[in-house]
C-alpha cells in the first residue's frame, strides 16, 4: 500500500473528524436552544451584522444560497428570523433576526463559549495555539476557496 494512501497520512481525514466531534460537542447546548449548527451559524452571521441579503449570508458561510434558502425557511418557521423582499431590489430577499433571534444571543452568550470550554479542557492547547491553529487553517481555506475561481 502506499504510505500516500493511508487513512492516518491524510490532513483531509484529521480536519474531518476534528470537525465532525466539534460539532457533535455543540448539539448539547444547541439542542438546548432549539437549533442546529447550521442554523447557529446563521445566527452568528446576522448578530454580527442584521438584516442581510440571502446572498450575503450564502457567501459569508462559503455556502450556495440553494443550501442556505431552506435553512432559513425553518428557522422562519421556528420564529427566529424573517425574510422579506428587499425594497431597492425585489428579486432579493433581506433576513432579519426577530426578538426571538436576537434573545438566542443572549442564551447563546451564556451557554456556548462556556461549555465549548468544558468540552475542550483536556486539550492541551494554549491560546497562542489555537490562534496559531486557526491562521493556519484560515491559509488552508484561502487556498482551496482561490482554486475554485
Known amino acids: 500500500m502506499h504510505a500516500e494512501l493511508q487513512l492516518d497520512n491524510q490532513i483531509c481525514f484529521r480536519l474531518y ?3 465532525r466531534l466539534i460539532t457533535q460537542a455543540y448539539m448539547p447546548m444547541l439542542n438546548t436552544l432549539g437549533i442546529t449548527y447550521p442554523q447557529y451559524l446563521v445566527l452568528m452571521v446576522l448578530w454580527e451584522k442584521d438584516c442581510q441579503p ?3 449570508i450564502a457567501h459569508r458561510l462559503l455556502l450556495e444560497t440553494n443550501t442556505v434558502t431552506p435553512l432559513l425557511q ?3 418557521k421556528q420564529g427566529i428570523v424573517v425574510r422579506q423582499r428587499g425594497k431597492e431590489d425585489k428579486r432579493q430577499q ?4 426577530t426578538q426571538k433571534g436576537r434573545m438566542l444571543e443572549v442564551e447563546a452568550y451564556n ?3 462556556a461549555g465549548m470550554g468544558e468540552a475542550l479542557k483536556a486539550c492541551p492547547l494554549q491560546t497562542d495555539d489555537y490562534e496559531h491553529l486557526a491562521s493556519e487553517l484560515d491559509s488552508i481555506i484561502v487556498t482551496l476557496k482561490n482554486k475554485e475561481k
Open 17 to 19: 473528524t476534528a470537525a
Open 54 to 56: 440571502v446572498n450575503d
Open 74 to 76: 425553518r428557522m422562519e
Open 94 to 97: 433581506i433576513v432579519s433576526l
Open 111 to 113: 451557554a456556548i463559549p
